[in-house]
């Protein structure tokens, strides 16, 4: 099973957006709408911040949003904030049954 | 509080053997499926294998199948990970993870065991 495609850095100033993306195949990404995005600051565990695709779990700020086209999913974060600084990885359900992407790093300039 | 607290990591030899625990709290863990999740320090995480809420089905990464093997128990709210024939390239972080109501997501991680394969 291969990891799930995503750029290894984006970077935006604070009060922007930016938009990750994560892609995949047929087999994972574009055939589930069990797309799952993750943050992981430096030393700590990820954090569910997305999940089916479009979903916030309580306690997550609403400047995070969850989308799908196809084979590729993307999560953007709008109002940039110095603590959204932090690594990135989506995920998704597959038949063996997870993958995940190769992770972004989230540089607030 | 969710809470998952991992254990029984190290150093070990290659090929030498280990067995990791994760202790939850919180919910009831009898009712949603666990996994594991390691990351390599500086590198992705890398999903390793799934265990159903009975127990009964497991799942593995292909990088991991007829070395690794997860089991759980209920009536210790426990999960395991036993790893035999250790290699260089199991070094990393081993994370126990709770999945969502469904096999989608993963709601909760705990803070990770490491485990370092030196000889």
């Known amino acids: ?109 | 509080e969710v809470q998952l607290l991992e254990s029984g990591g190290g150093l070990v030899q290659p090929g030498g053997s280990l067995r990791l625990s994760c202790a939850a709290s919180g919910f009831t863990f009898s009712s949603y499926a666990m996994s594991w999740v390691r990351q390599v320090p500086g590198k992705g995480l890398e999903w390793v294998s799934s265990i159903s809420d009975n127990g009964n089905r497991p799942f593995y990464a292909d990088s991991v199948k007829g070395r690794f093997t997860i089991s759980r128990d209920n009536s210790r709210n426990t999960l395991y990970l036993q790893i035999n024939g250790l290699r260089a390239e199991d070094t990393a972080v081993y994370y126990c993870a709770k999945y969502g109501s469904s096999w989608q997501y993963f709601d909760y991680w705990g803070q990770g065991t490491l485990v370092t394969v030196s000889s």
């Not at chain 1, 922007?16 to 709408?33: K, L, R």
């Not at chain 1, 969850?66 to 109002?79: C, D, F, H, P, V």
């Open chain 1, 1 to 109: 099973q291969s990891a799930l495609t995503q750029p290894a850095s984006v970077s935006g100033s604070p009060g922007q957006s930016i938009t990750i993306s994560c892609t995949g195949t047929s087999s994972d990404v574009g055939g589930y709408n069990y797309v799952s995005w993750y943050q992981q600051h430096p030393g700590k565990a990820p954090k569910l911040m997305i999940y089916d695709v479009t979903n916030r779990p309580s306690g997550v700020s609403n400047r995070f949003s969850g989308s799908k086209s196809g084979n590729t999913a993307s999560l953007t974060i709008s109002g940039l904030q110095a603590e959204d600084e932090a690594d990135y990885y989506c995920s998704s359900y597959t038949s063996n049954p997870r993958v995940f992407g190769t992770g972004t790093k989230v540089t607030v300039l």
